[in-house]
T-cell receptor, first 115, second 115 residues
């Protein structure tokens, strides 16, 4: 039962262009969403998050959009840089519930930014 | 500020053996979560410890157990190792004022190989 899905295993983008990574979820109890970036041989690094009471959150080059009715979120990176090349994980949590801060992760999308 | 550290980095064990993995949480964090990441998948929640008590468990059998110590460091123990236990084991720490805390900070992981 994959409650968080990242349907694109990989994405290739030219430096300077926009990268859009997508994520879908099925559990309507999720109320907090996060994006993590992971380089080889390192643990996931927290990137940006959004609460379900918002539909957009920005942090520098990174913007996360949440569409609750579609149970869909996306991460936009503008402009993309070669150093952004990594695996990106979408994660969801029921922060106000009894799931004890459990994060449910998608399978990840490998982003490659070409110079 | 010290980040999350894990030991050992790599480990090779034989089926049926037992293993203990260790994690030191980020300074000031009182909650530790453990995740298993199989190759090509996203991390899967094993369990969480808050103030030395187990505070939620994922879909893992009882042979996966843990401890949290007064200094908030933690251990993950796996008994009767199976080949499918081969994975990257990630520890994440967070500050849980309530038992749940969604912004979790990950260590580099321990790569366990079971032969």
């Amino acid at each position: 039962d994959q409650q968080v899905k990242q349907n694109s295993p990989s994405l290739s983008v030219q430096e300077g262009r926009i990268s859009i990574l997508n994520c879908d979820y099925t559990n309507s109890m999720f109320d907090y969403f996060l994006w993590y970036k992971k380089y080889p041989a390192e643990g996931p690094t927290f990137l940006i998050s959004i609460s379900s009471i918002k539909d957009k959150n920005e942090d520098g080059r990174f913007t996360v959009f949440l569409n609750k009715s579609a149970k869909h979120l996306s991460l936009h990176i503008v402009p993309s840089q070669p150093g952004d090349s990594a695996v990106y994980f979408c994660a969801a949590s029921n922060a106000g519930g009894t799931s004890y801060g459990k994060l449910t992760f998608g399978q990840g999308t490998i982003l490659t930014v070409h110079p | 500020e010290t980040g999350v550290t894990q030991s050992p980095t790599h480990l090779i064990k034989t089926r049926g053996q037992q293993v203990t993995l260790r994690c030191s949480s980020q300074s000031g964090h009182n909650t530790v979560s453990w995740y298993q990441q199989a190759l090509g998948q996203g991390p899967q929640f094993i369990f969480q410890y808050y103030r030395e008590e187990e505070n939620g468990r994922g879909n893992f059998p009882p042979r996966f157990s843990g401890l949290q110590f007064p200094n908030y460091s933690s251990e993950l123990n796996v008994n009767a190792l199976e080949l499918d236990d081969s994975a990257l084991y990630l520890c994440a720490s967070s500050l849980g004022g309530l038992p749940s805390s969604y912004e979790q900070y990950f260590g580099p992981g321990t790569r366990l190989t079971v032969t």
